[in-house]
């Protein structure tokens, strides 16, 4: 689910991946609007919040809204140019490397907020959480070659109306090509991906009036202890693999 081999992913792998990783998408926008009111995930509204505040003369907000998509594409550049390092060194692990890292930024934002919370520091936090947005989003982008975009529910909603109305015309048409069997898959894909991120929306909502903070730290908890069973699960299978080598 975590590494990119030379072969074709599967759209199974897919599935798991924007099971985990929309999931977890879900969870944190939803926190984060319980906590101040505010989707970290939504550039599309963010961007156009930025154009009518451009004509306001409250400078802040617009400065506010500039760092918010800043942060998010930062986020995206920080994890390509990680992930093109990975692939330079051939380091199959970089993208669980990427989401243990995402992890342990998550949580450690979670206990700055359950120890020293104060509304002065807010839109740090939230143009912060933009930032691990954009790694999310592009190093699910990344890892499944833009068939799972975790954040990016537009564009997911798009290629799925897209992948529906191609199953529909061949299906009237009879074609049992294996186009058709691929269109049909990847809507499969793109239908997970979307329940997944309404289901941890909600799931988010109600953990955090539950739970507050305390939810946040477990979201980056789990995503640690996924990224850690990933790094060492695959690197115990390459060790048996390299053993009998070694000993020749």
Not at 13 to 25: G, M
Not at 91 to 105: A, D, K, N, P, T
Not at 149 to 157: A, E, F, K, V, Y
Request: proline share 1%.
């Amino acid at each position: 689910m975590l590494i990119k081999l030379k072969k074709a992913r599967t759209h199974q792998e897919d599935r798991l991946l924007a099971l985990w990783l929309a999931t977890s998408a879900g969870l944190l926008n939803a926190i984060a609007l319980g906590a101040f009111g505010f989707f970290p995930s939504h550039m599309t509204g963010n961007t156009s919040q930025l154009s009518s505040e451009v004509s306001s003369t409250d400078l802040s907000d617009v400065l506010f809204f500039g760092a918010i998509i800043l942060s998010f594409v930062s986020g995206a550049i920080v994890a390509r140019v990680i992930v093109l390092w990975g692939i330079i060194h051939n380091v199959r692990l970089v993208f669980s490397q990427i989401l243990l890292v995402e992890g342990v930024l998550l949580a450690g934002v979670s206990l700055y907020e359950m120890y020293f919370h104060s509304f002065s520091t807010n839109r740090e936090i939230i143009i912060f959480l933009c930032g691990l947005m954009g790694i999310h989003n592009s190093t699910s982008t990344q890892l499944s070659s833009g068939r799972v975009r975790s954040t990016h529910i537009t564009g997911t909603l798009t290629d799925a109306g897209i992948a529906l109305a191609s199953v529909m015309v061949a299906m009237l048409r009879r074609d049992y090509s294996k186009d058709t069997v691929a269109q049909r898959s990847q809507l499969k894909t793109h239908l997970t991906t979307l329940f997944s991120f309404i289901t941890g929306g909600i799931a988010g909502l109600i953990l955090f009036r539950w739970f507050g903070f305390h939810a946040m730290l477990a979201l980056g908890v789990m995503l640690v202890l996924v990224a850690a069973f990933f790094i060492i699960s695959i690197s115990r299978r390459v060790r048996r693999v390299r053993l009998p080598h070694s000993k020749k």
